[in-house]
C-alpha cells in the first residue's frame, strides 16, 4: 500500500506506526480489520496520530519488545488444516502430495505441541525435526505462508507415520496408510495417534466391528463419535441446517451432535436410544490421507483412545501397553503430544451454538470478559471438570480434564494446571473451588496456601453465563443440574436464584426428592423411581399392587429395603436436583432402570419425547394457557416450590390410562417448561428484573431449552444462555473464577477469606 513504518509485539498488543497519505491510511486501517489473516482474533483498534517527520521510508518488522510476551501474546489453539495446504495435499505434483504433516501459519498443531513459551520451534515438540533448506527458506520469508510456522515440516525433514502390531512390532508396509485403511475394511480396531490424542477406530457400518469395540472397551452404550471424508459424505448420514454446516466445516472441527438419518449405513450400535449422533470432519492431513485410501470405509468411529477412568493416551508407549486389549493394530507418528486434548463437542438448538465439551480447537483462547480480575485460579466441580485461570479481563479455561474421582485423571488436572500456568506466566494469587468439601478440586484448592473462595455450585453455574453476556445482574437464573452442594447443606439442582456476580439469593426451587442409597440413587433410576412414589403417595404407594408395571418387576425385597430406609430416613439425603426427577420419570415409564453413563436416562427420556412433538408444540406451550398452575407451584417460607409430586402423578396417571410412553415424556417436559416460566413471570413482577439465565446440566436437553427459550420470550423476557462454555459443570471453573476474583478485589482488608467447613 506504500506505506512506512514499523510493526511490533508489545505487552499491549501489536503495535504498527505507519505513515501515508491520509486516505490511504483509512483504507489501511480498514484493511487490517476486514482483510486479517485466518486466524487473527481482533479485539479493539486503536488508532491516534504520529509525528510523520519520524518515519523512515519503508516497512520494517521490530523485535517483539522483550518481557512482553507474557501479557497478551498467548497460545493459539489447534486449527485444522487450510484451504491452502489441503490444495497442495492433493496435488500430485506438490512436494508435500499426500504428506500426512502438512501445515502452515494458517494451520495445524499448536496448544498440543507447545512445551513452554515463547512459542518458538525450539520450545515445540517439532524441535527434533530440522528443517530442511528449502523449509527453512519458507520459514524465514515473510511473504509465504509458512513464514514462522513453527511446526512447518515436509517428506524430507519432518514426522512420519508408522503401522504397528498390537505387540508393537512394526508392519513394514511401503504405505502404512493404506495397510491401516484395508485393515479398518477388514473390520479391525485401529489405535490411531492424532493431535490431542489417541483414537480408537472402527468401520462405522459394522455391526460387529462396533459390537467389538464396545465389548473391549466396556462401553456398552455411550454414544460414539464418527468421522465421514466430507459435508457430502455427512448429509448421507445426517440431518444439517446451515448453521450446524457451518460450525462442521470451521477451522475448529467440533464434533457436532446431529439428528440421524432414518436410512443410513450408520450400524444401530453407534448411540442406541438417542436421534442425534456426533459427528466430525477430518481436520488432520493423516485423516485426510486416510478418506483418499481406496478400502477406508466410509465412515469411522473415531472415539477417545482411552482406558475407563484414564484420560486419552498420547505418547506411543503408553498406548501400546494400555490399549492393546482394545486395539489390534496401531497407526502411529513421531510427533510428540505436549498436551491432551480431547475433541470438542458442539450442538445447535435456538439458533445458538452450544458447546458440551470445550476442548481442542477453543483451548486455550481466552473468554473475555467485562471486568478485571486478579490472577485467579477456578478449580472447578467433581464431573466433566475444568479448571480456569483468571486475569484482567481474560478467563483461560483448560480443555475438558474429565472425570476427578480417578487417580490417572487426577494427575492429568495437576499436570494441566502446572502446564497452562507456565505458558500463560500467570501464577495465581487467591484461588476458587466448589462448596463441596469432598471434591478432588475443592481438596487440591485447600490445601494451596493462597486465600481461598468457596463458590455455590448453581451460582457459579449461572455467573458463568452472565459473563459471557456481559450481565452484571441482578438476574433470575434458572439452573437445572444433575447435583451440587447447596448452602443449606442439602443437595440442589433444580434451582430458581436471583444472582449477582458476587452473591445469590434462592428463590425457589424444584421440590424434594429423596436419593435413597445416596451416590448410588445417581446411577440407578429405579431407585428415584420409587423415591418418587414415596414422596407423591406415601410408603402405601410401594405397595406391590400399586407399583407401575416397570417398577412391579423389581425383587420386592429390594422395594422394602428401599422404603424402609426412605422411612427410618437412612442413607436418604433429600435433594431438589432436576437430574434425578428426570431418572425418577425415566424410570417409572420403564425406559431405564440403570445407566452406564452420566446422563442416559434423561437423554433417552428426551429422545423418546421428541417422538412425540408436533410442529405446533412450541405455539402450545404459550404460558397464556397455563396460568393456573396451583398444584405445581406454591410459597413456603417465604421461597417458592415447583412440586415434583405433581410430575410424577401426571405421569403414574397417564400410565394407568395407557397412554403412550412418548406422550406422557412430551407431556411432562412441557409442564415442567410451563411450571418454570409460571414462576419465573411470578419473580419477574415481584423484582422487576427482565434479564432471565438459563443454565445446568438439563438445559443440553434441547426440548427444555427451546421450550423455555420460547416461552420465557413470550412473556416479554430476554433470555440467555451459555454459547462459548458449556452449560455443564465444564463451565463452573469459569463461574468460579470471577466470583472468588470479584470478591478478592473487594475483600475487607481484615476480612478472613477462608470460611468455615
Ligand atoms: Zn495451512
Ligand atoms: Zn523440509
Ligand atoms: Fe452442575
Request: net charge negative; with cysteine.
Amino acid at each position: 500500500m506504500g506505506i512506512s513504518g514499523t510493526v511490533t509485539n508489545t505487552g499491549d498488543g501489536v503495535v504498527i506506526t505507519a505513515t501515508a497519505p491520509h486516505e490511504r491510511l483509512d483504507f489501511f486501517v480498514t484493511a487490517i480489520q476486514n482483510d486479517a489473516p485466518p486466524l487473527a482474533r481482533i479485539t479493539a483498534v486503536e488508532s491516534r496520530w504520529h509525528d510523520s517527520s519520524l518515519a523512515a521510508p519503508g516497512f520494517f518488522i521490530l523485535p517483539s519488545v522483550a518481557g512482553s510476551a507474557a501479557a497478551n501474546t498467548a497460545i493459539p489453539p489447534d486449527i485444522a488444516i487450510c484451504d491452502d495446504c489441503l490444495n497442495e495435499f492433493l496435488d500430485p505434483d506438490d512436494d508435500r502430495f499426500h504428506y500426512p504433516f502438512i501445515n502452515c501459519t494458517n494451520c495445524g498443531p499448536r496448544f498440543t505441541i507447545v512445551e513452554t513459551i515463547p512459542y518458538d520451534r525450539p520450545k515445540t515438540s517439532m524441535k527434533v525435526f530440522p528443517m530442511c533448506s528449502r523449509c527453512e527458506i519458507e520459514y524465514h520469508d515473510p511473504g509465504n505462508r509458512r513464514f514462522h510456522a513453527q511446526p512447518n515440516a515436509c517428506p524430507s525433514c519432518g514426522p512420519a507415520v508408522s503401522l504397528h502390531e498390537r505387540s508393537g512390532e512394526a508392519l513394514t508396509k511401503t504405505h502404512p496408510v493404506a495397510a491401516a485403511a484395508t485393515l479398518l475394511a477388514e473390520g479391525k480396531i485401529l489405535a490411531i495417534r492424532g493431535l490431542g490424542g489417541f483414537h480408537l477406530v472402527v468401520d462405522g457400518s459394522s455391526d460387529t466391528a462396533v459390537a467389538l469395540l464396545r465389548a473391549r472397551k466396556g462401553r456398552p452404550d455411550k454414544p460414539l463419535a464418527v468421522m465421514v471424508r466430507d459435508l457430502a459424505a455427512a448429509k448421507e448420514i445426517c440431518h444439517l441446517n446451515s448453521t450446524e454446516q457451518k460450525i462442521l466445516t470451521s477451522p475448529e472441527r467440533p464434533i457436532v451432535l446431529l439428528v440421524k438419518k432414518d436410512q443410513s449405513c450408520l450400524t444401530a450400535g453407534l448411540a442406541p436410544g438417542i436421534e442425534e449422533i456426533g459427528v466430525m470432519l477430518p481436520y488432520t492431513p493423516l485423516h485426510h490421507l486416510l478418506f483418499q485410501m481406496p478400502d477406508c470405509p466410509k465412515v469411522l468411529v473415531m472415539t477417545s483412545g482411552n482406558v475407563s477412568g484414564s484420560p486419552i493416551c498420547t505418547a506411543n508407549e503408553d498406548a501400546l501397553a494400555r490399549l492393546a486389549a482394545i486395539a489390534d493394530n496401531f497407526l502411529l507418528h513421531n510427533r510428540e503430544i505436549v498436551t491432551r486434548v480431547d475433541d470438542s463437542v458442539v450442538k445447535v438448538a435456538c439458533d445458538n451454538t452450544l458447546i458440551l465439551r470445550r476442548a481442542r480447537g477453543f483451548v486455550p483462547s481466552p473468554v473475555m470478559i467485562d471486568w478485571p480480575l486478579p490472577k485467579i485460579l477456578g478449580c472447578g466441580a467433581g464431573l466433566k471438570n475444568t479448571f480456569s485461570l483468571g486475569r484482567g479481563k481474560s478467563v483461560f479455561t483448560s480443555q475438558h480434564i474429565g472425570d476427578l474421582d480417578s487417580l490417572p485423571i487426577y494427575e492429568f488436572y495437576l499436570e494441566s494446571i502446572d502446564h497452562l500456568k507456565s505458558v500463560l506466566q500467570l501464577e495465581p494469587e487467591a484461588v476458587a473451588c466448589d462448596l463441596h468439601p469432598d471434591y478432588l478440586s475443592s481438596r487440591f484448592a485447600a490445601e494451596l496456601d493462597l486465600p481461598l473462595y468457596k463458590v455455590q455450585h448453581h451460582h457459579a453455574h449461572a455467573v458463568a453465563v452472565m459473563a459471557e453476556h456481559g450481565l452484571s445482574g441482578p438476574i433470575l437464573a434458572v439452573v437445572l443440574d444433575g447435583t451440587g452442594l447447596g448452602e443449606d447443606g442439602t443437595i440442589w439442582g433444580g434451582e430458581i436464584l436471583r444472582a449477582e456476580l458476587t452473591g445469590f439469593q434462592r428463590l425457589g426451587h424444584l421440590s424434594h426428592l429423596l436419593l435413597p442409597g445416596g451416590d448410588a440413587a445417581n446411577t440407578e433410576p429405579w431407585r428415584m423411581g420409587l423415591s418418587a412414589l414415596f414422596q407423591t403417595f406415601g410408603p402405601e404407594g410401594l405397595a406391590a399392587d400399586r407399583l407401575p408395571p416397570a417398577l412391579a418387576q423389581l425383587d420386592q425385597t429390594k422395594v422394602a429395603t428401599i422404603a424402609s430406609m426412605m422411612q427410618g430416613g437412612f442413607q436418604s439425603p433429600p435433594s431438589s436436583s432436576c437430574g434425578r426427577l428426570f431418572d425418577a420419570v425415566a424410570s417409572l415409564l420403564g425406559l431405564r432402570q440403570k445407566i452406564s453413563y452420566e446422563g442416559q436416562a434423561a437423554m433417552e427420556l428426551e429422545a423418546l419425547a421428541k417422538k412425540a412433538k408436533t410442529v405446533s408444540w412450541l405455539t402450545q406451550l404459550s404460558p397464556k394457557s397455563h396460568t393456573v398452575l396451583s398444584p405445581f407451584l406454591y410459597e413456603t417460607n417465604g421461597k417458592w416450590e415447583i412440586s415434583s409430586p405433581e410430575f410424577v402423578k401426571m405421569v403414574r396417571d397417564g400410565i394407568a390410562r395407557a397412554e403412550s410412553k412418548e406422550i406422557i415424556a412430551l407431556r411432562f417436559h412441557s409442564l415442567l417448561i410451563s411450571s418454570i416460566t409460571r414462576l419465573i413471570e411470578i419473580l419477574a413482577h415481584q423484582t422487576g428484573i427482565r434479564h432471565v439465565v438459563l443454565s445446568g446440566g438439563c438445559m443440553q436437553n434441547s426440548l427444555l431449552l427451546e421450550g423455555l427459550f420460547h416461552t420465557l420470550k413470550q412473556i416479554r423476557l430476554q433470555v440467555f444462555t451459555g454459547n462459548m462454555l458449556p452449560v455443564n459443570d465444564g463451565a463452573v471453573s469459569f463461574g468460579q473464577t470471577i466470583i472468588g476474583g470479584l470478591r478478592h478485589v473487594s475483600r475487607h482488608p481484615h476480612e478472613s477469606n477462608q470460611r468455615p467447613g
